[in-house]
């Protein structure tokens, strides 16, 4: 490909305009050749400054050579379809016209004559060129017949599932499209601008043979990659113009400043060195290559020819007076230097399971403290087994000030395996009236209370559960007022949540106004719609909508602030195996940041272990919350004598009754 590239390609546009490609023309071409001729590397993860030829060279380059010397068909990889028309007409359209391949240029079909394309272009010698997206359109995928090449451009706007589709990694989703030819045969080609740690050509390259060009210094004949930390001058500048004569980058290895004519001369005495690897005195590369099918290939400012050290630094300098100073930094760390930004005020909450074991009280299993205020429940289905978890509400005054404060009490969690026998609607159902029979029997508190579950929540965000759970909740709130059922499905939604949409709250309540919205109370990140039959009502079955993102924070915070605290969240004592599951799921997912196109960094969740405890624990906080703001809903006289009929009503009625004869009502020690 090194010599093809010499060969047959005409730059379209710039500096170079007309003239056949050249290697010496930028520092990493003829480094970036070799390694693809190598045969060493399958899949091959490019970061660099932006507006330096990384897209040229990197992306539509190795196309182009599939496409027209091999006459293969390759697949493109893009963020959004609607960028395809864009791509196809700026990126590979000049690059083309201008060579001899021009004559293969499509007659008819998209593409053609300068026409808009939707999704592929067929040349004349039988090449496809393939768009795909990661839009959702995982049908149009799946219809595609493969190939052995990809390339994908933005790739860090493509490392999440879209709204649409029930896929993970879209960058996999479009690789598996390669999966009828072996691995060794296999080429994979990923090019995009850093954006944080996590985003995924940064994550490609790290975790590839993470490569940096290094140079010999032309004073201490060192070999150095020096970065952005190496270019002096610019700090002491009273002006933009003396931060860019002053501006210089140093030797690593002998801190003496070099010219720009030194910094040429380094392009010309340059290697490769993969990590691990070595390279001696007189410039021999020794050591193995990393144990990886993917090059992970990276250069920054110091070889980018379309830039100096004057220029770096009066942007430096720039950056460093601007008001928008994490915009500014980011853009340096992004575009010119071609590393990832990282925020130093993001969110970050480390939580173990030492730190929620050390959040255990005296209490017991089943025993709620005083000044509770209600309970609140959390349930997340499985096929085969359901995972609850139950907290108090509890309201108590502070010491000093006197004004109240609301923690949280885990007071009990457990789970229910299903009937195995059974199909998993039917065993879904019956799991729920058993926790319902259980959760009916209530739970004492200090002063010998019995407290029944004011809000229970139950995950349906999963399509095989969400009817068996609305049928079963219709059963459950039959002949409750709206805001007073109890028993409610609901569905998180989260950034980095797969099988769901982002969080999107209503405007206003609307009970009549769309039928896909037809909310009846909007909550703190939380809302909650009537599920209609129809067009009539499905009596008893209101839909919370939640954002787990912020529930999960709010859990995770819950358990690392003190206890005496507001928010807090504390545990009941337990040394029993389930309780290490339980601190361990808890913990099943970490926080980190994301970039998403048009929209910047953004924090998501993303599971690392098991986590049903932690669904549970968020539906439950959030529940919490609800049963703070509607008490009048949930304990009212009425609500009361409604929930003593249905107990009432039980077999064992008088049996369990006999065991708080003569006991205070909650309604009476709460007034």
Not at 252 to 257: F, G, I, K, L, R
Not at 436 to 446: A, L, P, Q, S
Not at 466 to 489: D, E, H
Not at 577 to 605: H, S
Request: with cysteine; net charge neutral; hydrophobic share 35%.
């Amino acid at each position: 490909m090194s010599q093809w590239v010499e060969e047959e390609i005409i730059v379209p546009t710039g500096e170079y305009a007309g003239e056949p490609y050249r290697h010496y023309r930028h520092p990493a071409s003829s480094l970036w050749f070799q390694e693809l001729d190598s045969g060493h590397w399958w899949r091959h993860a490019t970061v660099a400054p932006t507006q330096n030829g990384k897209t040229l060279m990197c992306y539509v380059l190795p196309v182009l050579y599939y496409l027209f010397e091999l006459n293969e068909t390759v697949i493109i990889g893009v963020p959004d379809m609607r960028m395809a028309n864009d791509k196809w007409t700026r990126d590979f359209v000049p690059v083309i016209m201008a060579s001899r391949y021009k004559e293969l240029f499509p007659t008819k079909g998209e593409g053609a004559r300068g026409g808009n394309i939707k999704s592929s272009v067929t040349f004349k010698n039988g090449a496809m060129l393939r768009f795909m997206s990661a839009g959702g359109g995982d049908k149009a995928r799946a219809g595609f017949a493969g190939c052995r090449i990809v390339a994908i451009t933005e790739t860090d706007g493509m490392d999440e599932a879209s709204d649409n589709s029930r896929e993970g990694d879209p960058c996999r989703q479009i690789e598996n499209r390669l999966r009828a030819y072996h691995e060794s045969r296999r080429r994979v080609f990923l090019e995009c601008t850093a954006s944080i740690p996590d985003g995924k050509i940064w994550q490609e390259y790290t975790t590839g043979s993470h490569a940096k060009i290094v140079r010999q210094c032309p004073y201490c004949d060192a070999w150095v990659c020096p970065e952005r930390e190496h270019l002096k001058g610019w700090k002491d500048a009273k002006d933009e113009l003396e931060a860019a004569e002053k501006s210089a980058w140093h030797c690593p290895s002998c801190d003496q400043p070099w010219s720009e004519s030194d910094r040429r001369w380094g392009w010309d005495h340059k290697r490769l060195l993969h990590e691990g690897q070595k390279i001696t005195d007189d410039g021999e590369v020794v050591g193995d290559l990393p144990k990886t099918r993917t090059l992970g290939f990276r250069w920054g400012p110091i070889d980018n020819p379309f830039t100096t050290a004057g220029s770096c630094g009066a942007e430096e300098w720039r950056a460093s007076q601007s008001k928008d100073k994490e915009g500014a930094e980011k853009d340096i760390c992004q575009a010119t230097n071609a590393v990832p930004y990282e925020s130093p005020d993001a969110i970050s909450i480390e939580l173990e399971p030492e730190t929620i074991a050390a959040k255990a009280t005296q209490y017991k299993q089943g025993v709620i403290p005083l000044g509770c205020v209600g309970i609140a429940i959390g349930i997340d289905t499985h096929s085969r087994i359901l995972y609850w978890e139950a907290k108090a509400v509890v309201v108590k005054r502070d010491a000093e000030t006197g004004r109240p404060m609301l923690n949280l009490h885990v007071f009990d969690h457990s789970t229910l395996k299903l009937d195995a026998t059974k199909l998993a609607r039917e065993a879904i159902i019956d799991g729920l009236r058993k926790l319902k029979r259980h959760f009916d029997g209530g739970w004492i508190d200090e002063a010998g209370v019995r407290w029944t579950p004011s809000q229970v929540w139950i995950d349906s965000g999963y399509a095989s559960h969400k009817m068996p759970i609305y049928v079963f909740c219709a059963a459950a709130n039959k002949g409750l007022p709206v805001l007073s059922c109890v028993w409610r499905p609901a569905k998180g939604h989260g950034e980095g949540q797969l099988r769901t949409t982002p969080y999107r709250a209503p405007e206003n309540m609307s009970p009549t106004r769309s039928k896909t919205e037809n909310s009846i109370y909007i909550g703190t990140d939380y809302w909650i719609r009537q599920i209609r039959q129809g067009k009539t009502e499905w009596l008893g079955v209101q839909l919370v909508h939640v954002n787990s993102d912020t529930w999960k924070t709010a859990v995770h915070e819950g358990f690392t602030i003190d206890s005496e605290e507001t928010g807090s969240i504390t545990l009941f004592s337990s040394e029993s195996p389930e309780r290490d599951n339980y601190q361990a799921q808890i913990c099943g997912e970490v926080q980190r940041e994301k970039f998403v196109k048009d929209r910047g960094t953004i924090l998501t969740w993303h599971q690392v272990s098991p986590n049903h405890y932690l669904d549970c624990c968020y539906l439950s906080t959030a529940a919490a919350d609800y049963v703070v703001k509607n008490v009048e809903h949930l304990t009212g006289e009425k609500t009361q004598r409604k929930r003593a009929e249905t107990y009432a009503n039980r077999p064992d009625a008088a049996k369990v009754a006999s065991r708080y004869a003569g006991r205070p009502t909650a309604m009476a020690i709460r007034r």
